[in-house]
């Protein structure tokens, strides 16, 4: 339990920052990159948007992790 | 604002906190459990600090007309994007004000955070108006495929630093109130869950960082609220009807004319919900009306969440109504299609009889939840004798004896159905070194308990005194302060 209490607040609190940071990350390259839809009809080019696939993967992987770590932070107080 | 003094004792005791805060320079923590969403403390207490008040109380009596009228203009942006009309926007805000029988816009953490709240969602249905969206095409399943990836243009006028900059500050925004309330913080992960869902935000992952912030004060920043009581926190999950019965059919209680008065509330707010049905109908060949729908359920769906000790349709209520207002007036705004003389009576009778309906209904706990100066000038006794570790006595939580001293005063509660005997008799056996006792408390025990006396709370204090129990330090009007005559008791 002594563990699991380091871990869940060193830890824990480091993956839910990373996932914050990540999260945020996505989110201006996207701004800063795409205009979005072009035409009301549709009829213009496609919303120009760059991959970024092994952040994105990252994200939902940090996401896991913060419920993860979340849950244990539960488990460890309420022990 | 007309009255002696701010209605709501709840509103008194947030400035207890936010006087506790400016005297001691931390948070009340392990006191109160709003400890642990301290936002709105600190924000009033460096009001305090800033405006040079001598606490809080200056700001009650303001509070519901500065939360109504500043949220005019966020409700005009969301009224004008759902019925795209400046009229009907317009009648939205007067069904917003006439149905708010739920009178959440006290001086309070959930009245700032649902001003907060109102604004984000402002801003992101102005985004939609503002930006050119590409159609969705196809079956259900693709449609929603596609909405999922979609992506809005940028709005018009609008650079991508700015739109940057816009989501900036909706984080900021959402970041206040992650500190500032509990329940807030769900209804706008759910909402903002909703907008991306359905394709309409550029800002598709700010539903992701706002929960994991959420996520992170709850189980960091708030580890003493749920430690030790998981399953009062987490216990209600799931269980609809015993949420939905803890909200509505057992606060239909007490006496008859007080049960009649809640089922008059209640009939109330079916009637404003079936009229919002009846113009989100009339919406449903718009693509945004899937957007609409789930923002209601948003809110809604806290009753699957949480019973939130019986107020959670309550709740639910004040987080659908920026959206159940418009498609409400929608609904009415059917009169408004024909103009002649026989419309403008028809509407003139039915706007008359709407914001009557709406001041009776949101004045149905007033009997009780009334503070007078008589309140306020007792109060200041009871804390000019206070020392730490006394107890106050009293039937119903009443008056304005929380503004001060918090933490240095316990109550205890002589109430028939919390102490198990008489309230004279409980008196006598707990013996707190004060009484406190009001026509207001009165009121509650006539109106809520349904006990057949009207004085069960002033007949009290005679009784007291004539058995050499408790002196009179203060009695004005109908309010009267007791103190235990031998301490040592």
């Known amino acids: ?79 | 604002v007309a009255d002696e003094q701010a209605s709501v004792p709840t509103g008194w005791l947030h400035v207890g906190f936010a006087r506790f805060i400016t005297e001691h320079h931390r948070t009340f923590s392990g006191l109160d459990a709003r400890a642990y969403w301290p936002g709105f403390f600190a924000e009033a207490s460096q009001l305090v600090e800033l405006s040079g008040v001598r606490d809080a109380s200056g700001f009650l009596r303001l509070a519901p007309f500065f939360y109504n009228a500043v949220a005019i203009a966020p409700l005009l942006v969301i009224a004008r994007c759902v019925t795209r009309s400046r009229r009907l926007a317009w009648l939205a805000v007067f069904v917003y004000l006439g149905a708010n029988w739920f009178q959440q816009d006290y001086f309070s953490p959930q009245a700032t955070a649902f001003l907060l709240y109102l604004i984000i969602l402002a801003t992101l249905l102005q985004n939609i108006e503002d930006a050119t969206i590409q159609p969705l095409h196809g079956s259900l399943p693709a449609r929603l495929g596609q909405a999922w990836r979609r992506l809005p243009g940028l709005p018009a006028g609008t650079t991508r630093g700015q739109s940057l900059g816009r989501e900036a500050a909706l984080l900021v925004i959402a970041a206040a109130i992650i500190v500032s309330h509990q329940l807030t913080p769900v209804t706008l992960v759910l909402s903002l869950l909703a907008f991306t869902l359905t394709g309409y935000t550029r800002y598709r992952r700010l539903w992701i960082v706002v929960a994991v912030l959420f996520m992170a004060w709850f189980s960091y920043g708030a580890t003493d609220f749920w430690a030790g009581h998981l399953g009062t926190v987490f216990g209600d999950i799931g269980h609809l009807g015993g949420n939905l019965n803890q909200g509505v059919a057992s606060r239909v209680s007490g006496n008859p004319t007080y049960q009649a008065m809640q089922n008059l509330r209640l009939g109330w707010a079916f009637v404003y919900v079936a009229l919002a049905s009846m113009g989100w109908w009339s919406l449903r060949r718009r693509p945004e009306t899937l957007l609409f729908g789930l923002l209601v359920a948003s809110a809604g769906g806290l009753v699957a969440l949480q019973s939130y000790g019986g107020e959670i349709v309550l709740r639910v209520f004040l987080y659908t109504s920026p959206i159940l207002a418009p498609l409400a007036a929608r609904a009415v705004g059917g009169l408004l299609r024909r103009r002649n003389s026989v419309t403008a009576v028809a509407l003139t009778g039915v706007l008359a009889g709407y914001g009557l309906l709406g001041t009776v209904t949101r004045g149905v706990n007033i009997a009780f939840e009334r503070v007078t100066n008589d309140d306020v000038a007792a109060a200041q006794v009871l804390w000019s004798h206070v020392k730490k570790g006394d107890k106050l006595g009293y039937l119903f939580p009443a008056g304005a004896y929380d503004a001060g001293r918090i933490g240095d005063l316990s109550s205890v509660s002589l109430q028939q159905d919390d102490c198990g005997a008489p309230p004279l008799q409980c008196a006598a056996a707990l013996a707190p070194r004060f009484i406190l006792l009001s026509r207001a408390q009165d009121a509650a025990e006539y109106l809520v308990a349904g006990t057949p006396s009207r004085t069960t709370a002033t007949a009290l204090g005679p009784a007291l005194v004539g058995r050499g129990l408790y002196k009179v330090i203060y009695q004005h009007g109908d309010t009267e302060l007791l103190m235990l005559t031998s301490p040592g008791r």
């Open chain 1, 1 to 79: 339990v002594i563990v699991l209490d380091m871990l869940s607040r060193g830890l824990g609190v480091g993956i839910i920052s990373v996932t914050v940071l990540v999260g945020l990350a996505l989110e201006v390259i996207d701004q800063l990159t795409t205009d979005g839809a072009s035409r009301a009809d549709g009829s213009g080019p496609p919303a120009r948007r760059p991959s970024l696939r092994a952040l994105r993967i990252a994200l939902v992987v940090l996401v896991a992790a913060s419920v993860a770590a979340t849950l244990v932070r539960i488990f460890v107080v309420v022990r």
